[in-house]
């Protein structure tokens, strides 16, 4: 009797297929329901592993190289889409909501969860400062659904703009924490001299050689896209240039010992710049989302692995409650701290504040710093972030959508009145 057995790479296939399939399915599919894509791929990833069809445990904790190199790979493309579809021109008092989050907003967030980290669940203090940096940024990867629409789609309000820059550029402006907490595995702040270099070197020199190769580079792409009608690559109508902007502008600001993630948003922003009403600004952000998309799908799926293969094991009810807190009232009250003496209506600055969704870029501070620094057990880290994570694509994926159109049609409803 012949046994039937099915061949690994045609599974890989028919699974690949079945991906890029709801990638293109899901925009349009999921829009009756109280889902997002991101809720779709994690049950998908936790009812596939949970079978034991699929033998591969996607476990962090074992692929921790991996899982670095997969995240920031998703981060990279998400960050270049974000600078890519940014209509409003940078400015002090133009990007007013921004600055408040970044300048007050995740630092508190910051001191706020070390602290939580160090008195509630009794974590070194190296770790609670890697907690507190993890969990600072909003994620430009799962905020996607609050985030501004496509270049020149008037789907631009305050809100959305506030979040969607806010995620381009803080995923830069937590990597000085990330490497503070290593310091500190390293015992290392004790030293005046350790201190004084990481200061000069991962928060002076990092920030401005990313910043300073991200403009330069934006300014180079985008002479060589915009400038010539005859050869300029925008005749091509191809938006794989995006992706070949967001590696060649990561590699020069990484090979300039500056920060890649924020190289590449000042790159988009910088091409956005150039013709900014030019419709290939639109090819380049709908193939870099349909890229990223793809990506955050298959690190969603093997998340949901994760959780179905025990990630979340050495959680407590301690450890959730102080997660719980860590999203829902840290990042909300901070938020509304940073939004203080702010033109913007209550409810835009609650929206701002609560939507502060955590995901891959947490994943990838959490990876990179345990790769290099010396935190001891991670087990406990790991399942907090994971279920603050899980929580966030829940809790704000069920949510976003309705508050922000509720918003829309309130603010249609003034306009109408105004007129009236």
């Excluded at 790979?73 to 408040?100: E, F, H, N, Q, Y």
């Excluded at 009794?122 to 609050?146: H, I, K, N, W």
């Excluded at 030293?191 to 190769?213: E, P, Q, R, Y």
Aim: glycine share 10%.
């Amino acid at each position: 009797m012949t046994t039937l057995t099915a061949d690994p790479y045609v599974l890989f296939l028919l699974g690949l297929g079945a991906v890029i399939l709801m990638v293109s399915w899901a925009p349009v599919g999921l829009k009756r329901w109280p889902l997002t894509l991101a809720i779709l791929c994690v049950a998908i990833g936790v009812v596939v592993f949970s079978t034991g069809v699929l033998s591969f445990d996607p476990d962090p904790r074992t692929w921790d190289t991996l899982t670095e190199r997969l995240a920031e790979l998703v981060v990279l493309i998400s960050l270049m889409g974000a600078g890519l579809k940014l209509d409003r021109p940078l400015g002090w008092r133009r990007w007013g909501s921004t600055w408040r989050l970044l300048a007050v907003a995740m630092p508190l967030t910051i001191i706020a969860t070390a602290f939580l980290g160090f008195m509630g669940l009794g974590f070194s203090l190296a770790m609670s400062l890697l907690l507190g940096a993890a969990m600072a940024p909003t994620d430009p990867v799962l905020a996607a659904d609050v985030q501004v629409g496509p270049p020149s789609s008037g789907e631009e309000d305050e809100v959305r703009f506030g979040l969607t820059s806010e995620a381009g550029l803080n995923d830069a402006l937590a990597f000085p924490f990330v490497h503070l907490a290593i310091l500190a595995a390293a015992g290392g702040l004790a030293s005046t001299a350790a201190l004084t270099d990481w200061f000069t070197i991962n928060v002076f020199w990092k920030l401005l050689a990313g910043a300073g190769v991200g403009y330069l580079v934006g300014r180079g792409l985008g002479y060589l896209i915009f400038h010539s009608q005859r050869t300029g690559l925008s005749r091509l109508g191809d938006g794989l240039v995006a992706l070949a902007a967001t590696f060649l502008c990561y590699a020069l600001a990484e090979l300039a010992h500056g920060y890649g993630f924020l190289a590449v948003f000042v790159c988009g922003l910088t091409i956005r710049a150039w013709e900014r009403d030019h419709d290939f600004h639109k090819e380049m952000h709908d193939f870099s989302d349909q890229f990223e998309r793809l990506l955050m799908m298959l690190l969603l799926v093997l998340f949901g692995g994760a959780l179905a293969n025990g990630l979340l094991d050495a959680l407590t009810w301690t450890d959730a409650a102080i997660g719980l807190a860590i999203l829902l009232v840290v990042r909300p009250v901070a938020g509304l701290i940073a939004m203080i003496g702010s033109p913007q209506p209550w409810r835009e600055r609650l929206l701002m504040a609560f939507l502060g969704i955590r995901g891959i870029g947490s994943i990838y501070y959490v990876a990179y710093a345990l790769n290099h620094g010396d935190f001891g057990s991670s087990e406990r880290l790991w399942a907090i972030v994971g279920f603050i994570i899980l929580a966030s694509i829940v809790i704000h994926g069920v949510s976003a959508s309705p508050m922000l159109m509720r918003l829309a049609r309130r603010r249609a409803r003034q306009t109408a009145d105004a007129d009236s």
